[in-house]
């Protein structure tokens, strides 16, 4: 039960300046439009639906893409909501896979309900007893550089809880298309051919 | 004899490029898991929930690599969601393989209805099921499904029946003994 500190566009802004060539895969809600706002490129994909699903998308991804770091940035809900694959993830081991949760403690998309996280549940320490080797909750610019730091030298995988004040986000939406964001992300990570044509 | 249908299958992820396998365990599929784990070229991943499996797969055809799913018919109940919202939405390919329970020879009566709602349901999402019962019949489905599955883009299931995979007596899988407890 901490105070949230953070606010979420600048936590997005200053992430985005070490991304560096990082595939980043949004969970729905706000992070989609935070990622939107911030850094849109063809190289996000965009969930605007299967709630719990950012995580595992974003290993089978990180599995498939071994030489790309696979970024997944989703929130808290959503992150509840599909959180035995942290033990999935820490399983496998991807050495280029970061999970980015902005717990801003509520249910932003359905009327800022509570979630856990409210209620004392510690997705960090959820994260650390699956056996995630990196993990970390982020309250302030201090906790923000240690993030920004361990993204480009800690041990992979990682969950950073990153705690954001409980504000409403700018709505900047991308493509609505699901067919149109897998098509693009294949295409700029595989190359056209590669990404219409099956081998 | 026939070539079993859980080395046809493995067979068949190797001659089309399957690289990721996700899993949650049933004893029909303990061969094809075996076999799956003990290979280099498939990464093998075990999960906590069905519902991953979906995002998994869509993750790596994202990466750029074909994955498969393996689940018990319970399973399927779990991925509801994820295959409309996700898989159906996007179009991403999925090629699943379930082993069935609550059909042919059931001795648990708790398998039965979700066994029999798996393909009013996988129908209803819109998905390509195919029902097998020999190891031919499973081997040619999924030879099927999987070029389904990846050169056109389909959400397919290949369902191996009990009456192929026998079914589950207690007392040979199970336990040394049964004792019953009076009610």
Redesign the interface.
Known sequence: MSKTRLNRSDVLDKLMKVRGNA?A?AGLGSPVWDLAASDHQPEN?Y???????????????????PK?N?WVITGDGEALM?V??F??VA??RPDNLAIIILDNEHYGETGMQKTHTSGGTDLAAMAAGAGIPTTMTVYNDEDLSKLTNALKSAPLPLVASVKIENTKPKLVLPSRD??Y??NR??QA??GST??MH?? | MAEPWTKAAHRLFKKH?V??V?YVPDAGLTELINSCNTDNDI?S?????E???????????????K?AVLMQSSGVGNTV??IA??VT????PLFMIVTMRGQYGESNPWQMPMGQAVVPVLKSLGMHVFEVETDEEAAEAIEAGLKMA??SNAAVAVLIGQKLIGAKSFIADVAEEVINVEN
Request: glycine share 18%; hydrophobic share 45%.
């Open positions: 595939l895969i994909f969930n605007w639906g299967g709630m719990g699903c950012a995580v595992s998308m974003g290993l089978g991804c990180a599995l498939a893409q790309r696979v599909g035995g694959s033990a999935t399983n496998q699901g067919v964001i897998k992300f294949r990570v595989l590669a990404a099956v081998t | 490029n690289r990721t996700g990464k991943v075990v999960m906590t929930t519902e991953e499996g979906i995002g998994l797969s869509s993750g790596a055809w994202l990466g750029g690599e994955a969601n994820a919202s996700i939405s996007c179009q991403f990846f050169v």
